[in-house]
């Protein structure tokens, strides 16, 4: 695994790196312009003095070069240019050019075609050579590498600068990391901006982690609350079970042995609607493979039905209300959970009255007359699962869940999908 640096080394890095890149650029600016100012010093000089070469030639007579001056030579054929020149290399007119030369004191010479209007002569080479301005070309890059050297040493002052100001910024965050690698596992309290220069990016992170927390504590208490509550809608039909098992030892009785038989066949199937809607919460659509269907009154009766034994000795009455049947894509035994929680919270809490159910094509509201949301100890785990499983239902299939008290009494369970 590659080695991860720090935001300090990063910093050292980065910085040595622009600094790196500044001092070459400025040198090789630096070396550029004296060349470029060299060349045209040198090729304006002999364009000025253009007459007094082509006269100067004209004395010389017939030889194979002549002198200009002390660092200037003429030459008449190509042939006879020193050395260094290539035969090949070409010469643009009037345009002085640079000539390397490594074997010797001087680090080049300019060669400079030369028009003339002479007929045996329409070309003149010239070949100069400048060591005073070699010379000063060295002073001049001595002088530059003093400054060069004080710019480095700016630099560095300046890297120091930048890399305690790092130290600053990014302290906090390393403070941040060690508390968390401090904290016990089952530590989910909110942790406090540690001490140095708050930035933005800081007290995004911390805020962000905090709310990570809190997503998490509640995400934990819902699934302790899931576990506590499915374990008692799970024991409750298998205590019914075992209870109607126990009393077919008592009796030989046809009609006491199909009641018990009943109740056993009851039992099982509320067990295994509540295991099948408790699965489809953890499976995806495609697996589910649901189409939509009609709601129909029949299937709300259903689950009215099923609970109608918490109103055996209430005075209330229920009625259902379609005023346009809706479309639904979900399970009928989570459906029927759903509906079944919102009609044993309704049932238990209503001891006079009416319970109506409405249903339109977007909605299903169940509106009683009972006691209302905050007269009575009701958390969101209800009867049973109660609305703890109704609200993750909702969520799966994108649908809304709203509880909220009635203005002349009661409270209002409404789906809206």
Not at 83 to 88: A, L, M, R, Y
Request: hydrophobic share 45%; glycine share 4%.
């Amino acid at each position: 695994m590659a080695k991860v640096r720090s935001a300090k080394q990063l910093t050292f890095i980065y910085f040595s790196i622009v600094a790196f890149a500044i001092i070459m650029i400025h040198a090789t600016v630096l070396d550029s312009t004296l060349e470029s100012i060299e060349k045209l010093s040198i090729q304006n000089r002999l364009l000025l003095q253009k007459e007094s070469i082509v006269e100067k030639s004209k004395l010389a007579g017939e030889v194979r070069s002549f002198k200009i001056d002390e660092f200037t030579t003429g030459y008449f054929n190509r042939v006879t240019l020193p050395e260094p020149v290539d035969e090949n290399l070409y010469l643009p007119v009037d345009e002085a050019i640079e000539i390397q030369q490594g074997n010797s004191l001087g680090t080049e010479f300019f060669l400079m075609k030369l028009a003339t209007l002479d007929k045996q002569h329409s070309f003149i080479y010239i070949v100069h050579r400048d060591p005073a301005f070699e010379m000063g070309e060295e002073e001049i890059m001595w002088t530059q590498s003093w400054q060069s050297l004080i710019s480095f040493f700016l630099l560095i002052v300046a890297l120091l600068v930048v890399m305690r100001i790092s130290d600053r910024l990014t302290a906090p965050i390393s403070i941040f990391a060690q508390q968390i690698a401090r904290r016990s596992p089952d530590d989910s309290s909110d942790i406090e901006l540690p001490a140095g220069i708050a930035t933005k990016e800081l007290l995004q992170l911390v805020d962000s982690y905090n709310k990570n927390q809190q997503q998490k504590n509640a995400l934990i208490e819902r699934e302790r609350a899931f576990n506590r509550m499915a374990s008692h809608e799970l024991r409750t039909p298998l205590m019914v079970m075992k209870g109607a098992t126990n009393l077919l030892s008592y009796s030989n009785e046809p009609e006491f042995i199909k009641k018990q038989q009943g109740r056993l066949e009851s039992a099982a199937n509320e067990m295994n609607d509540f295991i099948d809607a408790l699965l489809s919460l953890t499976k995806s659509e495609q697996d589910l493979a649901l189409a939509q269907r009609l709601l129909t009154e029949d299937e709300i009766m259903v689950s009215v039905n099923a609970h109608s034994a918490l109103l055996s000795s209430k005075s209330v009455v229920v009625n259902v209300i379609i005023k346009q049947a809706p479309m639904v894509m979900i399970p009928e035994v989570a459906l029927k959970l759903l509906l079944g929680n919102l009609f044993k919270n309704a049932f238990a809490c209503t001891e006079s009255g009416e319970v109506k159910v409405v249903v339109d094509c977007h909605s299903i509201a169940v509106i009683d007359t009972g006691i209302g949301l905050y007269k009575k100890l009701r958390s969101d785990e209800g009867h049973g699962l109660g609305l703890l499983i109704t609200r993750d239902i909702c969520r799966k299939y994108n649908w809304k869940f709203e509880l909220k008290n009635n203005e002349a009494g009661g409270c209002s369970a409404i789906i809206t999908f």
